[in-house]
């Protein structure tokens, strides 16, 4: 992914060095590291009650990775740009604040915890390079009532994802979306578990794996609705492409609901490209590689369409074109 780039008017950009102490503020919307934080405030303890963070949020001896704070009302006027470099993170989002990230990961393990208080609104793309080994990240979200939250996840080769979110307020809102490639021998693994606890909270899944060489991949989506979650709605969908007969896809859906008043669905689909949209692309001209290629960055394109920030989708898209499809 070296090949994307953001301009600088574009974003906010955040690097969080493990090596040094780094510490950034926008508007009153913070981004730093441990040693950034305990140098500006003194100690982490100072800064959390500074923000008003509970010690149910977050034990502050777990922080050693970033840390975003948005307080309450604050809205970033322009996309926040952070690349991780592992551990433990926290992105809090106080009542009514928004936020438009893009995490940059690195070829780290990192595990993030996210908190959105009522009527909070986050909008998150995770862009992630898997390196010779398998590459772990985890996602553990909080959201209180009429909360909005949406995940993109674009991830290349060896990378194992899961997320936990917890619609534990009335009227809140997930929704994510998960773009994966392989090729060779990678493996790229996509765990979500979403858990609806109050009433009237939706959520929407779609994953969508690309496979070619002799990769593998494996979806799991696990809905539960809570008996007193009335009026919830979930979906699920799974849809995958195999670009080579040696390619596999294993997928798992689960649905548990213990209330009676729900609308909730899951479906998959596993298959090859369409035949007949590829021979009616090469009979106007077009060779059978550049084909294939305009109805992938097409499948591609239809899990990124939502990203909010134009200029980050835009980049992602670029980054698409120049990628090469066996």
Request: proline letters at 2%; glycine letters at 8%; hydrophobic letters at 40%.
């Amino acid at each position: 992914m070296n090949g994307l780039s953001i301009p600088e008017q574009d974003v906010y950009r955040f690097v969080a060095d493990a090596t040094k102490a780094v510490y950034e503020e926008w508007n009153g919307i913070v981004a730093g590291n441990r040693a950034g934080i305990v140098e500006k405030f003194g100690s982490m303890e100072i800064f959390l009650r500074h923000c008003r963070i509970h010690a149910s949020v977050t034990d502050a001896a777990s922080i050693n990775g970033f840390m975003l704070y948005v307080p309450c009302g604050k809205h970033s006027d322009k996309p926040l740009l952070i690349r991780s470099s592992g551990g433990n993170n926290l992105i809090y989002i106080a009542s009514g604040g928004v936020a438009d990230v893009l995490v940059y990961d690195s070829n780290e393990e990192d595990a993030t915890t996210i908190r959105l208080d009522e009527a909070a609104s986050l909008h998150m793309v995770r862009l992630q390079q898997g390196g010779q080994k398998s590459v772990s990240t985890h996602i553990k979200a909080w959201q209180a009532s009429s909360s909005r939250m949406s995940v993109h996840c674009v991830t290349f080769g060896n990378v194992r994802n899961t997320l936990d979110a917890t619609l534990a307020g009335k009227d809140a809102e997930h929704v994510v979306r998960g773009l994966t490639f392989t090729k060779e021998a990678e493996h790229a693994a996509n765990h979500v578990d979403i858990t609806h606890a109050s009433p009237e909270c939706s959520s929407n899944q779609l994953f969508r794996h690309i496979l070619s060489g002799t990769s593998t991949g494996d979806f799991t989506g696990r809905i539960v609705v809570s008996a007193n979650a009335q009026k919830t709605t979930a979906y699920q969908r799974s849809s995958n492409i195999l670009l080579h007969p040696e390619t596999k896809m294993n997928i798992t859906p689960q649905l548990e609901i213990y209330a009676d008043d729900v609308k909730c669905s899951h479906g998959a689909t596993v298959g090859q490209l369409d035949a007949e949209a590829v021979f009616y692309l090469r009979s106007r001209g077009i060779g059978e590689a550049e084909a294939r290629k305009i109805l992938l960055q097409a499948l591609a394109e239809e899990l990124l369409k939502d990203i909010a920030s134009p200029a980050v989708k835009q980049r992602i898209l670029q980054h698409l074109q120049i990628m090469k499809y066996k």
